[in-house]
Every structure is written in structure tokens, then in C-alpha cells.
């Protein structure tokens, strides 16, 4: 079972740029496509992007899509959220997670989640 650490999260203002770190322990990243959730309050986990175990292969949320990328470097074993011109409606915890394809990632069907890093956007 592969274990997943998020970092890089924290408070920004409106308009700001922040990039997300995923690192992988336990198994090897190459083995899985990987996905970023999140999760504001009061309300469900939601899909925000997606990315195959190549990296070729990329899905976004309609509501971050041309703002944020997905990236990874298997070598590092590390996958990458790079937010940019971020709303108050982007504050959530964002989650890190591994699945076996794309396909099922994006569906939410992951075989291991992070613990979470609080991203607060304020206006």
C-alpha cells in the first residue's frame, strides 16, 4: 500500500499563486495515476485534478481548469498541484490520492488517500 504526505499548503490572498506537494512512500509512484480532491466546509470531497502514471494524460474540474496544473515526477515520487489565480471559493483541504487508472481516480475510486493540507484563500 502506498502512503501519501501532502505539503505546501497555506494562506494566500486572492489572485495568488501556490504550488501543492504530494510525496509517495511505500510503493512506487509509476505504479498509479494520481488525483487531487478537495474538500471546503460544510461540504463533500470534490474532484480537482487527475493525471495517468505516464503523465501524458491530464483531467481538471471544470472550475479550476486553466488555472491549476497537475504535474508529477516519478523520479522524486512526488506528484504536484500548481494553483494559480486562486478564489476564496478554492479554500478547502486538498487531498492527494492513488488509483489505479485515470479513469477511476477521476471517478473518486482511489486506493489511498493523504491526510490533507489546509489551503485558505482569503478575499
Known amino acids: 500500500q502506498v502512503q501519501l504526505v501532502e505539503s505546501g499548503g497555506g494562506l494566500v490572498q486572492a489572485g495568488d499563486s501556490l504550488r501543492l506537494s504530494c510525496a509517495a512512500s511505500g510503493r512506487t509512484l509509476s505504479d498509479y495515476a494520481m488525483g487531487w480532491f478537495r474538500q471546503a466546509p460544510g461540504k463533500e470531497r470534490e474532484f480537482v485534478a487527475a493525471?495517468?502514471?505516464?503523465?501524458?494524460?491530464?483531467r481538471y474540474s471544470d472550475s479550476v481548469k486553466g488555472r491549476f496544473t497537475i504535474s508529477r515526477d516519478n523520479a522524486k515520487n512526488t506528484v504536484y498541484l500548481q494553483m494559480a489565480s486562486l478564489k476564496p471559493e478554492d479554500t478547502a483541504v486538498y487531498y492527494c490520492?492513488?488509483?489505479?487508472?485515470?479513469?477511476?481516480?477521476?471517478?473518486?475510486?482511489?486506493?489511498?488517500w493523504g491526510q490533507g493540507t489546509l489551503v485558505t484563500v482569503s478575499s
Open positions: 490520492a492513488a488509483g489505479d487508472t485515470i479513469v477511476v481516480v477521476t471517478r473518486g475510486r482511489v486506493d489511498a
Open positions: 493525471i495517468s502514471w505516464s503523465g501524458r494524460i491530464t
